[in-house]
């Protein structure tokens, strides 16, 4: 039994409908684009009104959409057929933006680096082919020349790419057993590499041979046992995170011991499975804990200003995180492993002389 209405022929009226439903559903969509909730997160501040906020959060990098910031024709096509090229996280680690304003993030379950050139809306793999093909990426940093760095935990050497993304060597060959955390050092030109399997930091000259070795396994001040990351703040102080002895060591640019702080415990400031770290603008310090899935952040001696993040998978929370960095302009980018993206916060800067956010700021983003 038949449910069309007598005398009605299918083919020619949907070849007569479906130009118009297309040109209806693209002018709906183009009126409806300032509200692009895939770009426009809720108003998320740390710590929350009514106090005065140190942290927004402001999105986060599932796909390799958020690079190519498609225009509204695009996400219609995109709805319509599907996005049939777009690249997932597997397994991400560390991250890295280069003076271009590329975010580099490696990812041990594509064995590659992938690289979200979101001022030229372009995505690119690095390290996926050719001679500086990798398989096991870990850290992750940049120099002033936009050179990049990569530890390979499985190939156990430090891969260098120029700006352009093209191989240029590698360090640490028959040397490192399990490179992660990676530094340049600009005042010395040189390369710091956390070798986490043979809990010691091994220091390069940039494009150079080895310079020296620094530490040791143990539980003394300038010993190490697993130490995964590091980062700089601008009087050359170079922060280590020395994992499994739930600390974070401090040390100069000759690789001496200057100070520690940090225990095992469940307490504001303490630590369970600390991993990355980064150094802002006003030299504080920033922890990642990946047991309690949150960013600690301390002055340069160790004390607890504020902290971020939280367990989950809603806006700004994390899951199992792993590396972070930040930009010189406040923007704070951490890996969160378990959720497969990247958190994107903001540093507003020290909370003296400003005002809290408005009602109508704070609940802006949550209708949307």
């Not at 070795?213 to 143990?218: E, F, K, L, P, V």
Request: hydrophobic share 40%.
């Amino acid at each position: 039994m038949s449910l069309r209405a007598p005398g009605l022929r299918r083919g020619p009226l949907l070849r007569r409908l479906v130009p118009s439903l297309l040109v209806l559903s693209l002018l709906v969509l183009l009126g409806c684009k300032k509200k692009a909730p895939e770009f426009t997160p809720e108003q998320i501040y740390w710590p929350p009104p009514p106090e005065v906020p140190v942290y927004k959060w402001e999105g986060h990098i599932a796909t390799s959409r958020w690079a190519e910031r498609p225009g509204a024709i695009k996400r219609f096509l995109i709805q319509l057929v599907g996005a049939r090229d777009l690249v997932h996280f597997k397994k991400p680690y560390a991250v890295a933006v280069d003076p271009s304003g590329r975010v580099l993030v490696t990812d041990t379950g594509w064995g590659s680096v992938l690289v979200f050139d979101r001022p030229h809306k372009r995505f690119q793999f690095l390290g996926n082919k050719g001679q500086g093909a990798l398989q096991k990426p870990t850290g992750v940093t940049t120099d002033a020349q936009g050179h990049i760095f990569v530890g390979d935990a499985k190939l156990a050497r430090v891969f260098e790419y120029d700006e352009n993304l093209e191989f240029v060597r590698t360090y640490g060959g028959g040397l490192l057993a399990r490179p992660v955390g990676v530094l340049v050092v600009p005042d010395r030109n040189e390369l710091w590499v956390v070798d986490t399997g043979r809990h010691v930091i091994e220091v390069f000259g940039v494009g150079g041979d080895h310079v020296r070795t620094i530490g040791s396994r143990g539980p003394e001040p300038g010993q190490f046992n697993f130490p995964t990351n590091l980062a700089m703040n601008s009087k050359g102080e170079i922060y280590v995170v020395d994992t499994f002895n739930f600390r974070v060591q401090v040390f100069d640019e000759d690789g001496n011991y200057l100070r520690h702080w940090g225990k095992n415990c469940d307490s504001f400031g303490c630590f369970a499975r600390p991993k990355g770290i980064a150094v802002d603008a006003d030299d504080n310090v920033y922890v990642v804990d990946a047991a309690f899935s949150n960013v600690q952040v301390f002055d340069g001696e160790g004390r607890l200003l504020v902290f971020f993040g939280g367990v989950g998978n809603g806006p700004g929370q994390l899951w199992l995180p792993a590396g972070m960095t930040i930009t010189p302009e406040g923007d704070v980018f951490v890996v969160s492993q378990y959720n497969w993206r990247v958190n994107w916060y903001r540093y507003l800067g020290p909370p003296e002389g400003r005002e809290p956010p408005t009602s109508a700021e704070t609940d802006a983003g949550r209708s949307g």
